[in-house]
């Protein structure tokens, strides 16, 4: 199970690579359950089940490798999945069959946080808890890992989750070395009470995506910590090898061969112990797309995600079922490049925007992405979460961007012709970057080239491409070395609100150059201000944030990955194929049945 607890993080290189090629974190579309399972309304096997076994029930997974299990400094989308087996943390979000819904569970806490004024937040531990090797799991615990997380000596690149995701009062003063722990608003009380508290008022939402499953706010061993901490305190080597593994959660890690496989086993003194069905988990490290469709063909993987040929012989499968991404794809415009000054003119970056006919990419080349003419995902929700109200059907989402696919041709070349005689009727040449090693990347910035040059003509305009690996695309994007590039960042589907903050000019991993003092300022009323407890104000808010994205044009939005995944039959999947934010089709929660 993967938690949108990371909203702001780039997604890391090799990660998006396999997004565009296909791995089975991509996304589908949850208001449209079951699409590609009609014959048995989502489900990923058989209406009989067989008789119970007493043989373990073992999930299999193509994944990638891990570098560290150390969640204070992890930003590996698969990493985090991973981190979800072994990390417990105060609360969990899971399935809920019953009302057929996520819902938020106590874990090391006995239930949901209580609060009187939204700013003071009190979790209550359950006794007992403790780490597999028989260590205590206690309130000083957590608090010893969030002084750790914070530590200004350790610069956690994840530190930002409790002073940007929720504003723990004196958290970023405490980061920057300005303050002391004692300031801090993190106390254990005694060893069953925690209590957080806020510079601000918050809502539930936030407090319980942040403090639920395997993420940055799970609990760290101390002894195995402090054990791999370097003489100047600037960095540990815990979460770097098994022995440095601890498990607090679900599951333990007991093998790890670097770039082969990982195996967990089940914890049996978890609180989630009968929540989470399989008794083992194996995972094979298989970067490339075509050989773990060919796994999954020989019964070796349970699942892998189709697209371009494999969705052309599978997509009629019953047993496949479509996810929905957390982010929008597209190309970031260096909006303020002094090297090519026609990216500054508005014009230009508006008939990059309605000039570019997306379904040729995504029914084209991806068959199962979804075209996206928008920037906030359309899994994003707002108001009650377990309402299931999405922002993308809203009317203030309606009118921040165009409908359909956003493809209107003779607008587009109005806007050229405005730039193209402001650049003194010369010819335009933009370089598209694009990340290398996948022909589906390459195919895009290929239909792209050839889309833009036949519209806005060759004599006119020559666009050339350069590919990079990811890492290095994005450092480029960084710096500001370059003109457009692919490219995309994760978003919160429960507070679209705070995932602006990637448009922000002091986001510190920014691959945009969109400067709006009234867009940060209506981005901070909704995040931390006076808007947070006032949903149709911070809803008609999030509507005017994104009009002024579209207004700016700071990258050209494509599209969601949404994939389609097909599942081995042994899987009867708990979601009967729907897909749930959070919890996604909550693999962990299905039966296995062999």
Known sequence: MKLPKKPFLVVLAIMMMLTFAGCTSGSGNAGQEGQGNKENDGKAASEQKEP??????????????????????SENATNSDMMEYIYGN?????????????????NHAVDLPTTTDHKVWTFKLKEGMKWTDGTPITAKTYEYSYKMLLDPKLANRNAFVLFNNIPVVSANKYFKGE?????????????????????????????????????????????????????????TTYGTTLEQV?????????????????????????????????????????????TRVQLWEKGEIDSVTISGDQFDKYGEDPRVVYTEAEGVWGFFVNSTSDSNPILKNNDFRKALYYGIDRDKITKGIFKTYKSAPYYVSSICMVGDYTEG??????EEAKLAVPPGSGYEPDKAKEFF??????????????????FDSQETMKRTAEVTQEIYENLFGKDKLTI?????????????YKEGKFDLGIGSMTQNAFNPWSSMKVWRKDFPNRSNRFDSDAFEALQERTSIGDLLLKPEERLKALGEMEKMLADYVPQIPIFQNNNAVIYQDRIHLATKGKYFPGVKFAILQADIVD
């Not at 809920?96 to 819902?103: F, G, L, P, S, V």
């Not at 608003?185 to 942040?210: C, F, R, V």
Request: charged fraction near 30%; proline fraction near 6%.
């Open 179 to 235: 303050a002391k722990w004692e300031d801090v608003g993190i106390k254990a009380k005694d060893d069953t009470t925690l209590e957080i508290t806020l510079e601000s008022e918050m809502p539930d939402i936030d407090i319980l995506t942040l403090f639920a499953g395997g993420g940055s706010t799970s609990p760290v061993h101390e002894k195995l910590y402090e054990g791999g901490m370097k003489p100047d305190h600037s960095g």
């Open 90 to 106: 105060l609360l969990e979000l899971i399935y809920d069959e019953a009302i057929d819904n996520i819902k938020f569970v106590g």
């Open 464 to 476: 050339k491409l350069r590919a990079m690996p990811p890492m290095s695309a994005y450092d480029a």
């Open 417 to 434: 012709e405005k730039a193209y005689k402001a650049n003194g009727n010369k010819k335009i040449t933009v370089e598209i970057t694009y």
């Open 389 to 394: 109200k999405r922002y993308r059907d809203s």
């Open 246 to 290: 601890p498990s607090s959660g679900t599951y333990r890690l007991t093998e790890w061969v670097r770039d082969q496989h990982h195996t967990f086993e089940k914890n049996p003194d978890s609180p989630l112990a009968t929540v989470y069905k399989p008794d083992r988990i194996e995972t094979r490290v298989v970067s490339e797309v075509s």
């Open 52 to 73: 119970a076994s007493d043989k373990p029930k073992v999930l299999r997974i193509a994944t990638l490798g891990a570098d560290t299990f150390n969640q204070h400094t």
